[in-house]
């Protein structure tokens, strides 16, 4: 099944735990019966994503814009930025925090979260 879809066409909603964050989600299991998450994620200027694990899922981060730290258990803090890939395994802690223009992440979970 091929999908074929326009980013502007989706909405904006909010982030299940994370108050002042925003995602957008382009590809899920219960809308596309994918093993996989594909969201946007829209984190403003001060806002934190306090630290915490997914248990089930790798997450891959890839930063389209802004600038921001990120901290990932194992490897330490360090800068978020455009062009930046992150891989954070499965049950791995991680937090992002010190943002400072506001980041958009094109964010995937492996298997599917939603």
Known sequence: MSIVMKEKEIDWGPHPTVKDVKIKPLLTKKDHKTDMTVVLVNVK???????????EQDDILYVLSGK???????IGEFELQKGKLVRVLKGTKHKI?????NLL?????IPATI
């Open 45 to 55: 200027e001060d806002v934190i994503v306090p630290e915490h694990i997914h248990d």
């Open 68 to 74: 921001g730290k990120m901290w990932v258990d194992g």
């Open 97 to 101: 925090y010190d943002v400072k223009e």
């Open 105 to 109: 992440i094109y964010d995937i979970f």
